[in-house]
């Protein structure tokens, strides 16, 4: 983005038509363009993600290869921090939006928006109304669901389990979509059609956890963009405590305490490694572990909320405008705490029974083919990002952060290590961070400025991006096993 | 080593019986053991642990090793080994990273012998060394393998994978000292127990997780390993570089792969997801597997043979919560189910013919091939005459070539080429395509033309016609009812015969009461119907005398035909009840009840479409003067069609179904929805069933498919984009979707362009420039192969109507094909 400085001289080279110079021009202008709001995040200041001239190169490259818009979108902008993820998620992404598949092309849009409405994340609505728009959808489509054929809104009962509650996924719901008749799905469709949600109900994830801005798109051309609506617009969210946060941020490294924060946690980590070989807890306290972890995001956000919103609109009964729920139904469903359904007792997914690795990846790849591999390298690629640093400090091994992370974000969805102590979460993940992370995988679009700065305050902006790649596969991994789970099962 | 088989002699001497059998676990079983005895198997899971004793008729439960009131997580195994020396001693990984010693011997409840707590994540795999009594192994998936002496309170050694997670650790069963592991990220490492610092050997086997493996047990350095790309491969580790012997390919991914006993090229193997078969391979026979146990109803998670010298019992374990005991010979064969022989055509007509060397051998003097034959061409394998199969494996492959200077196929790229299937009305279409078949000399074709104009093209029916379009629908609802029902469940039971038989007549009665509105009594015309169908009948016998070569064939090729739509049982005796029984007037009254008259239907059906010139024509124009909606000539088109898919002239029954389109499209589509809806999954290579394959290759996309391969395969490129695009049928309109991306490289670096095709991002240049207007050509680009100048097409085109040379101005005289 900061290519502006040799495009001048770059433009003399051109050996162009007057309109395609125009064309160029066009893109460019929205390439180049210094914004005047505040660049492609809410939350992360412009300059820290400007990038050295070499990621940028390989950033554009990226677009240019995989982008389905062929333009630098915020999303991208943000995540090309860290370019080596930022391949294989272009990769997986356009392979699922553009490559050989069972869906054709405007439903794949049309699945796209349906799962970010179930965010109310009018950033990848709008995104994606474009681009099925371009594919040759149907204008009428995008009236709503009622508009839309049977077929497609079928998809709609399993894209709100999968969005709020995925244990509820059984294969009586599998059974129903694919068994003969009209509007029935076939197997490879219904995968490409889960993996697509899943990936958008992360992605919504990752949009309200970084602030993405809404893209400054002159072309509102079409009826069906939504105009950001004070009420989830993520820069009015992330706004209501500018002020008071630019102060914050700008004071940042002086403060003393969240320095000491910084080292209390590493020295917990350093603890936590060495202890591991002569502490060993008991079998039964393993498992209270868990549960009490479960319990406890329990509480994490409604004793939070208190504090963080005093607004009632983020109260369960939001208001949500008009705009988007015309793609869903029953826009009140969302997440229930896993921990709290006493009566009913679903059991702990164990993760051992059936791992991306040995299941999922088997039953994906084999009914969309290579889409597995795709989002197995993803898997791994975030899960093993690491530059190991930690804010000042260098050469740290962030594999335990990381585990814990992407353990927690499972926890809250009822997925269960058995070889992992959930212990670690409690020491290394502090309260703030967990409310963070609660929102953000569940109900990201309550996410404000203010989570976003109150954790980890002297870690780098990339370093958050990073987490939030963490929680988005995290968040993808553990819709995808329950579904994929509840497809097995249906198949036996 | 000596002291091993001084041990399995001595165990080899008594004789195992028992029989194919299994039992009910309480919950599902994660993997199995068994003893050294033979007589007892462990079952190891997340909620299980128990051992059962082998005996003749059942298993019997003879200890459950899970005690305690509060179960902990020590006691959730992923895997379990019993060791091969010692039948007191055992050892579980379990899921929290424990590995678990227990001794049978002890006298208390709780058998738990030795805690090991050093993984950090989940063991997936333990194993005892196969002589020494005190050495375990495990394999966990933090990435490290820990080598214990039982005699000690931790490990003796660690060593270290450098990547990621174990899946699998195999001690050599010959070499003293080596022990493969394989990992997730498709290598397998050799060590030596006595050096942890680095692995001897490693090498990527797999592309993904390698799940097992297993030593041969008698070839020093045979390895197989199983991976998540579902293939079980053959390593020789005794060359320098490990060397694949063999691949067997399967369908799913590979969880466990174990060899079979005193077979030297035998391994049997389960998969970890979708599949629940145990498979018994011959390695160098990768296509089809030697043995398969179908007992299962989840996926089998553990194998064990049960003797290590007896190549005939197989144990198994499962997340159906069952253990089975499978016997060698109970297990069923796929090879003999599977076809032997293989025919094709080429396209000009020439026969390949691959077969069992002896059947061809001994009948190739009596066949009846008119056309020119070539020396057959024999492939032999290299046959190991130890092996009971060695003579299926051989075959033979001869090609047949038809008579020399025959232009045969010439008529079907002329018909392809001429044939107008869309964009007129439906009269000129016809007339047009019978003019074309006419020109060509296939009068049958062009009247079956003329006959379809006739039927469809009628004025005057719209008001009847859509009155029973209507009720046709509901009729053709009810088929497709009866039809999936059929596919359900594929007993030739009579009833379904006949309740479908009867469906068919009430949506014809249905369509003839209603017809009553038209000018005619429904009685009348149905009488009429009724009495053409004797004349038809009786000129076919006339027919028959004349021109056998044609209709010789009509008794095996239509009628089979007609039943394979409904069931391929009845349609014999139908035909011949009608024969005997004269049409008479109490025969239509209750005819809705009766299956007479759908089989007199058939018969109709079936005889239309041969005596063309001059018996059917007559009928129809009888019907059509009687004003019957075109509606009630579908099951006729519809079996015209059969008809000639049948024949083999796709061609001809994909242009009528793209001609008539929706007109007769429902008809057809019975019994396309019922295949081509089902969420397919990739077909078994085997064990296909016959009647599902035959329900699909009778479906309009079948017909689909092989006129657009045909065309295809004749370069008619243009005809069979045409006919993919008309095609009514979802799957084949989508072949036109897949793989559209059309890769541009810029013309001045060579590099590819990814965002836009015509201008180059790299050396920001436009690729591709019209020499005419001087513009970048976004859309088409011809240019001339001798100057490489071009442009727009359009441009091009104007330019040269004015001048021969090229417009850049180059002076060459361009060509333009």
């Excluded at chain 1, 059974?175 to 009209?182: A, D, F, I, S």
Aim: hydrophobic share 35%; aromatic share 8%; proline share 4%.
């Amino acid at each position: 983005m900061n290519r502006g400085g040799s495009s001048p001289s770059a433009a003399a080279n051109y050996l162009l038509c007057t309109n395609c110079r125009k064309v160029l021009r066009k893109d460019k202008r929205i390439r180049v363009s210094q914004p005047l709001t505040r660049g492609p995040s809410a939350f992360i200041p412009e300059k820290e993600v400007v990038q050295a001239n070499t990621v940028v190169e390989r950033t554009n490259f990226l677009v240019e290869e995989y982008s389905t818009s062929g333009r630098l979108d915020n999303i991208t902008q943000v995540m090309s921090l860290h370019t080596q993820y930022l391949e294989s998620f272009l990769r997986s992404q356009f392979y699922m939006l553009r490559m050989d598949g069972p869906l054709p092309l405007p439903y794949r849009h049309y699945i796209a928006i349906m799962a970010a409405a179930r965010h109310q994340c009018s950033y990848l609505i709008n995104m994606h109304v474009d681009e099925f728009l371009k594919t040759g959808g149907i204008a009428e489509w995008l009236n709503g669901l009622e508009y839309v054929p049977q077929r497609l809104k079928n998809l709609n009962e399993i894209n709100k389990l999968l969005a709020h509650r995925p244990w509820l996924i059984t294969k009586e719901h599998i059974q129903k979509l694919v068994k003969t008749g009209e509007n029935n799905w076939s197997l490879p469709e219904l995968v490409h059609a889960v993996v697509l949600l899943a990936h958008y109900h992360a992605l919504a994830s990752f949009v309200f956890g970084s602030g993405i801005n809404p893209e400054r798109d002159p072309e509102i051309s079409n009826g069906f963009r939504l105009i950001s609506v004070n009420n989830f617009c993520v820069c009015d969210l992330a706004n209501d405590n500018n002020i008071e946060n630019a102060s914050l941020s700008g004071s940042n490294f002086g403060i003393v305490d969240s320095l000491s924060e910084l080292e209390a946690l590493m020295e917990r980590m350093k603890r936590l490694q060495e202890e591991r070989e002569d502490e060993e807890a008991t079998q039964e306290e393993m498992s209270t572990r868990f549960e009490k972890e479960k319990k406890e995001s329990l509480f994490v956000v409604s004793g939070d909320t208190f504090h963080s919103f005093p607004h009632s609109e983020f109260e369960d009964d939001m208001i949500i405008t008009s705009d988007v729920s015309r793609y869903i139904e029953d826009p009140g469903f969302g997440y229930e705490d896993f921990a709290r359904r006493g009566e009913e007792h679903l059991p702990t997914f164990r993760a051992q029974d059936y791992t991306w690795e040995n299941h999922g990846f088997s039953l994906v790849n084999r009914l969309y083919s290579d889409i597995g591999h795709l989002l197995d390298e993803k898997f791994r690629m975030v899960y093993n990002l690491t530059y190991n640093t930690m804010a000042t400090h260098e050469d740290v091994d962030t594999t335990m952060l990381r585990r814990a992370l992407f353990n927690y974000v499972h926890c809250m969805f009822g997925i269960r290590y058995d070889d992992y102590d959930y212990g670690e979460v409690n020491q290394l993940l502090e309260r703030s961070l967990k409310v963070y992370i609660k929102t953000v995988t569940c109900y990201p679009e309550r996410t404000t400025k203010r989570m976003y700065d109150s954790y980890w305050r002297q870690f780098k902006h990339s370093e958050k991006v990073h987490v939030n790649l963490l929680l988005m596969e995290a968040r993808m991994q553990a819709e995808l096993l329950y579904a994929l789970r509840a497809i097995t099962r249906h198949l036996t | 080593m000596e002291k091993m088989s001084r041990v399995t002699t001595a165990l080899g001497g008594s004789v195992l019986t028992g029989r194919t059998m299994h039992c009910h676990l309480d919950a599902p079983a994660n993997a199995i053991s068994v003893c050294r005895d033979a007589a007892q198997v462990v079952v190891a899971g997340r909620s299980i642990f128990k051992i059962y004793a082998i005996e003749e008729e059942q298993f019997v439960e003879k200890l459950n090793l899970r005690v305690g009131r509060k179960p902990s997580l020590n006691l959730s195994c992923a895997d379990v080994v019993w060791h091969q020396m010692d039948e007191n001693l055992l050892a579980t990984a379990a899921t929290n990273g424990v590995v678990v010693t227990w001794n049978l011997g002890r006298p208390s409840r709780n058998k738990q012998d030795q805690l090991f707590t050093e993984h950090k994540r989940t063991v997936n795999k333990v194993c005892f060394h196969p002589t020494e009594a005190h050495v375990l192994l495990s394999g966990s998936q933090d990435g490290f393998m820990k080598c214990f002496d039982l005699r000690r309170k931790d490990s003796v050694s660690t060593f270290s994978g450098q990547s990621e997670s174990v899946r699998d650790v195999q001690f050599s069963i010959r070499d003293y000292f080596t022990f493969a592991s394989t990992f997730e990220n498709g290598n397998v490492q050799l060590w030596d127990i006595r050096r942890p610092d680095r692995c001897e050997r490693m090498f990527t086997a797999h592309n993904g997780p390698v799940f097992c493996c297993d030593w041969h047990p008698e070839d020093r350095g045979w390895l197989a390993t199983g991976g998540r790309d579902k293939m079980v491969k053959v390593w020789d580790m005794t060359t320098h570089r490990a060397k694949e012997m063999h691949c067997v390919q399967t369908i799913a991914s590979v969880a466990r792969v174990k060899w079979r006993p005193e077979c030297r090229h035998h391994l049997a193997t389960c998969s970890m997801m979708v599949d629940h078969n145990i498979y018994v391979w011959d390695v160098r026979r990768p296509f089809v597997p030697a043995a398969m146990f179908e007992e299962h109803r989840d996926v089998t998670t553990g194998i064990a043979w049960r003797h290590p010298h007896d190549p005939s019992f197989l144990l198994s374990g499962s997340k159906d919560s069952s253990l089975c005991q499978h016997l060698f010979r109970d297990a069923s064969q796929p090879v003999e189910r599977a076809n032997p022989e293989g025919l094709c055509y080429g396209l000009f007509g020439d026969l390949a013919f691959a077969a069992k060397e002896s059947l061809v051998a001994a009948e190739s003097g009596r066949k009846p091939y008119t056309g020119d034959r070539r020396h057959p061409i024999f492939f032999k394998r290299k046959l190991d005459p130890a092996e009971p199969f060695a003579g299926l494996a051989s075959s033979a492959l001869s090609v047949f070539e038809t008579e020399p200077g025959g232009s045969a196929m010439r008529w079907f790229v002329d018909t392809a080429e001429r044939y107008a299937l869309a964009g007129r009305p439906l009269a000129e279409l016809c007339d047009h395509n019978a003019k074309v078949a006419r020109e060509l000399g296939r009068n049958q074709v062009a009247q079956t033309w003329t006959m379809l104009r006739t039927i469809y093209c009628s004025p005057g029916l719209l008001p009847t016609a859509n009155l029973s379009h209507s009720v046709g629908k509901g009729g053709s609802c009810g088929l497709q009812l009866m039809n999936s029902f059929n596919l359900k469940d594929m007993a030739p039971g009579l009833g379904s015969e006949t309740r479908l038989d009867r469906s068919k007549g009430d949506a014809r009665s249905d369509t003839v009461l209603l017809d009553s509105s038209a000018t005619l009594i429904t009685n009348e015309d149905n009488e009429e119907t009724e009495g053409s169908d004797v004349p038809a009948d009786y000129l076919l016998g006339d027919v028959e005398g004349e021109d056998d070569e044609l209709y010789l064939l009509d008794p095996e090729h239509t009628h089979p035909e007609e039943p394979e739509c409904v069931l391929p049982q009845e349609a014999f005796p139908l035909r011949h009840e009608i024969v005997d029984t004269p049409p008479g007037p109490e025969h239509l009254q209750d005819k809705a009840d009766s299956p007479h008259v759908s089989g007199s239907e058939a018969d109709v059906a079936s005889l239309a479409p041969m005596d063309s010139s001059f018996s059917l024509l007559s009928v129809s124009h009888a019907l059509y003067d009687s004003r019957l909606p075109p509606d009630f000539f579908s099951v006729l088109v519809r079996d015209m069609l059969h008809f000639y898919a049948e024949q083999g002239d796709v061609q001809m029954a994909v242009s009528v179904l793209i001609v008539l389109g929706e007109r007769v499209r429902k008809d057809i589509d019975e019994q396309t929805q019922v295949c081509g809806g089902r969420g397919r999954l990739p077909l078994k290579r085997f064990a296909l069933h016959p009647d599902s394959d035959r329900q699909a290759l009778l479906s309009q996309e079948h017909w689909y498919t092989s006129y657009i391969d045909l065309l295809q395969r004749f370069r008619l490129w243009n005809v069979s984009n045409e006919v993919v695009k008309l095609s009514t049928s979802r799957a084949v309109s989508c072949l036109n979707q897949a793989s559209t991306t059309l890769h541009v490289n810029c013309s001045h670096c060579k590099r590819p362009m990814s965002s836009r095709g015509w201008v180059c991002d790299r050396c920001h240049r436009c690729a591709s420039m019209c020499a005419v207007c001087h513009h970048v050509v976004k859309g088409l680009f011809v240019w001339c192969q001798g100057c490489s100048h071009g442009g727009h097409l359009q441009h091009i085109m104007k330019w040269l109507e004015g001048s021969s040379h090229c417009p850049a101005g180059c002076g060459h005289l361009c060509e333009y094909s």
